[in-house]
């Protein structure tokens, strides 16, 4: 059973208003996530993380949120740009270890 | 070479063939990983070497054989593949310190396809 769910495989956005991009995952001993971001013919490369001892992190115009009650997090861009329009995939894993989980993606357009 | 690299980047091989995909990483770490990534799937954690040791194999299909000869390369053998095997195969690498998951850097992947 997959633990890391991204439900929207695709979401279009208008150029300079936010992205969101949602994760919700069902392990509770999760407690270390990360949002990869990946080009086409590209391996995924790293973006931001968020520990669970944090309910939100930030990175110029990207921000994660971390709901542990709700078992959920997202990714917010903004603004956003074309050069964000990407495959983002959520992980978690248990911070002990070294085995992440990630989600099917969600691939973001934004339109110019 | 800077972070990790793979090759061959596209991969066409028959079922009865034996190839090898190679992952090298140039950021220091002591972690190797390969994944499997099909379509709408997410990514399938098949292989973990720590410090050049095996420590996790995801119930992987012995037709994939991995190699860990330093903690810079990281090999996957194949033989006998299944036409549905045909993914895009990631290796990634990490530093793990004692208590913590780390990040994890990726290279750009090997897309398989098998006939």
């Known amino acids: 059973d997959q633990q890391v769910k991204q439900n929207s495989p695709s979401l279009s956005v208008q150029e300079g208003r936010i992205s969101i991009l949602n994760c919700d995952y069902t392990?509770?001993?999760?407690?270390?996530f990360l949002w990869y971001k990946k080009y086409p013919a590209e391996g995924p490369t790293f973006l931001i993380s968020i520990s669970s001892i944090k309910d939100k992190n930030e990175d110029g115009r990207f921000t994660v949120f971390l709901n542990k009650s709700a078992k959920h997090l997202s990714l917010h861009i903004v603004p956003s740009q074309p050069g964000d329009s990407a495959v983002y995939f959520c992980?978690?894993?248990?911070?002990?270890?070294?085995?992440?989980?990630f989600g099917t993606g969600t691939s973001l357009t934004v339109i110019p | 070479e800077t972070g990790v690299t793979q090759t061959p980047r596209h991969l066409v091989m028959g079922m009865t063939n034996k190839k090898s995909l190679k992952c090298e990483q140039h950021l220091g770490h002591n972690a190797m990983y390969w994944y499997k990534q099909s379509a709408k799937k997410p990514l399938e954690l098949m292989f973990v070497y720590n410090f050049k040791e095996q420590t996790e194999n995801n119930s992987v299909p012995s037709r994939f054989s991995p190699e860990c000869p330093n903690s810079s390369h990281l090999f996957l053998h194949l033989h006998t593949l299944q036409p549905e095997d045909s993914a895009l195969y990631l290796c990634?690498?990490?530093?793990?310190?004692?208590?913590?998951?780390?990040?994890?850097?990726f290279g750009p992947g090997t897309r398989l396809l098998v006939l």
């Open positions: 392990n509770s001993m999760f407690d270390y």
């Open positions: 990634a690498s990490s530093q793990v310190a004692r208590g913590g998951a780390e990040t994890q850097y």
């Open positions: 992980a978690a894993s248990v911070e002990a270890g070294n085995q992440f989980y």
